[in-house]
């Protein structure tokens, strides 16, 4: 088991250095740089220009600046924001929190419906059940994000008032100091009647949107599955023995079509992390994907090159426990097999 782990972190450096080397040239390769950004509705002259580019070392060739910010990325110094002069890592930290609410969130969302569905429409498979799951999935896998968030802020938001259109928390109604940037936690520990609910009220829809793609992959993998289980022959041979359908499908077929199941949870992840960008700016929650998306604008580049990089690593690092999790349940895997 240590040798599959050891391996599995040798993979993991040269992709390391691959993610390094796209999060730098991918702002490069955008029109514009910081300085004009910045400066633009002032204007500068030529002169300044040319000394503001030299001072945050856009004047050296790209191999060069490169090698400066691969070093100092090895070295822990991700910069300093060009924006705010703040350290990336700092503000990268300071919004973590609030995209990991949104993202557990909807993960919470996606497994405490997807799951279920995948299980009525294996059961029901070739029946109404069956193709209203899975027609609802493909639906939700293939609608785009912002198009779908924009359509539940109308109906929800705009049309029936349900549910605010943006934000964390009712700001005019309560202020407690931020303690754990967790809103749910803060909120919980403030002690004021009222805001709890109202962070799960502005929580509720953001968190739906984020979890359509993962909660359409769970209900159609769960339901792939749980058809291969009930098709082997311990199952056959638990209804021969007279035991419920109830007790076969929950207890038998469903513990071992979790094992795949539990994977592709891990798996979407990624996924949430790359929605949460569009989600997050079209609900103007404070995390990290509205972060990025106003460093892009900005052409920040410490920004954009740190938050992509932490990004990247954490889903390097759930897609590593994940594979360590099912190397430990199924030898053949870490054996290569």
């Known amino acids: ?89 700092d503000e990268f930290f300071s919004r973590l929190p609030a995209t990991l609410e949104l993202a557990f969130a909807a993960i919470l969302i996606a497994v405490l419906l997807g799951v279920p569905a995948g299980i009525l429409a294996a059961i029901k498979r070739g029946r109404w059940p069956d193709h209203v799951v899975m027609g609802v999935a493909l639906t939700g896998y293939s609608m785009p994000i912002f198009w779908w968030g924009l359509l539940l802020i109308m109906l929800f938001s705009t049309t029936l008032g349900w549910t605010p259109v943006s934000g964390r928390i009712d700001l005019i109604k309560y202020y407690f100091d931020a303690d754990t940037n967790f809103m749910l936690i803060d909120a919980w520990r403030s002690g004021q009647a009222g805001a709890f609910g109202s962070v799960v009220h502005h929580l509720v829809l953001p968190a739906l949107v984020l979890s359509t793609i993962p909660m359409a992959v769970i209900a159609r993998q769960t339901r792939s599955a749980m058809l291969e289980v009930l098709g082997e022959d311990y199952i056959r041979t ?7 359908p109830t007790r076969v499908i929950m207890v ?25 960008v569009l989600t997050e700016t079209i609900f103007a929650w404070p995390g990290i994907g509205k972060w990025m998306i106003e460093a892009i604008a900005r052409r920040d ?37």
Not at 11 to 17: A, C, D, G, S, Y
Not at 18 to 41: H, K, N, S, Y
Not at 306 to 316: D, E, N, P, S, T
């Open 1 to 89: 088991m240590l040798k599959f782990i050891f391996n599995k972190l040798l993979m993991l450096i040269p992709t390391f250095l691959g993610i390094t080397l796209a999060a730098f040239l991918f702002v490069r390769l955008l029109p514009g740089d910081p300085v004009t950004i910045l400066t633009g509705e002032r204007g500068i002259s030529a002169e300044r220009k040319t000394e503001l580019m030299a001072q945050l070392g856009l004047d050296q060739p790209l191999l060069l600046q490169y090698g400066y910010y691969l070093k100092n990325v090895l070295s822990g110094d991700f910069g300093q924001s060009i924006a705010t002069h703040k350290p990336v890592i």
């Open 301 to 337: 580049y410490p920004a954009v090159q740190g938050g992509l990089l932490f990004i990247a690593v954490a889903v390097m690092v759930v897609n590593l426990l994940v594979d360590v999790l099912y190397g430990w349940i199924n030898p053949r895997v870490r054996d290569g097999k």
């Open 252 to 276: 038998h077929a469903l513990r071992n079509a979790l094992i795949t199941v539990v994977t592709i949870i891990g798996l979407q992840v990624g996924s949430l992390m790359a929605g949460a």
């Open 238 to 244: 638990a209804y021969a023995k007279g035991l419920s």
